[in-house]
């Protein structure tokens, strides 16, 4: 298993030159959320990941209530070519809806971000999340998974998926070059998996 980090402004000022890089592998960094929110700090963040040797992914958390083919559209204009990068990531979490429109609303997105890219995205959420909101959508595990359940035991299965590929294990390490705490993040395989990921 590798260990990552996912980042976004809220974690401030960072001095890229101080992250413990050697023993890092990847990052996520967050680049919009529903229709109208982008991250300040994405393009510069993700370049200076790049400039210290790390993998970079980008995420969008989604506002399922919202125009969700938009969403994408937005979304996949804005990270711009993926080439050398891990698969986009979309978060479902804290936004939710009826559940008929979600399961339409969440594919919708997936598939769009799919046909704009030509990468498939990764889901992340939560047990909890995908159990209330999700419970019968079994095209889930056309996309690798990744979930959001910290602490010190292993994620069990969640339907549909068999296993998972990123464990968000943390929400609140702390570490030099970052001024707040920083989620940390597995990855379920080798370096050459994870290489694989980004094409």
Request: charged residues 15%; positive net charge; contains cysteine.
């Amino acid at each position: 298993m590798l260990i990552g980090l996912d980042l976004s402004q809220k974690n401030g000022s960072i001095s890229w030159n101080s992250i413990p890089n050697l023993m890092l592998n990847f990052v996520y960094l967050k680049a919009s959320e529903g229709l109208f929110k982008e991250d300040t700090s994405y393009s510069s963040n993700r370049q200076k990941a790049k400039d210290i040797g790390l993998l970079v992914g980008t995420y969008h958390w989604l506002d399922p209530k919202l125009n969700c083919k938009s969403q994408a559209e937005k979304f996949v204009q804005k990270i711009g070519s993926l080439q050398g990068e891990l698969s986009p990531a979309v978060v479902l979490d804290t936004y939710h809806s009826s559940l008929p429109e979600i399961e339409k609303n969440v594919l919708t997105f997936l598939e769009t971000v799919s046909a704009l890219s030509g990468r498939l995205p990764i889901i992340y959420t939560s047990a909890v999340y995908w159990k209330q909101y999700l419970p019968k959508a079994e095209w889930g595990c056309k996309y690798k998974l990744w979930v959001d359940q910290p602490g010190l035991l292993f994620p069990g299965q969640l339907f549909p998926w068999a296993g998972w590929t990123f464990w968000q294990q943390s929400y609140q390490n702390f570490m030099p070059g970052l001024a707040n705490q920083v989620g940390i993040n597995w990855f379920n395989g080798s370096k050459k998996d994870l290489f694989q990921l980004a094409n």
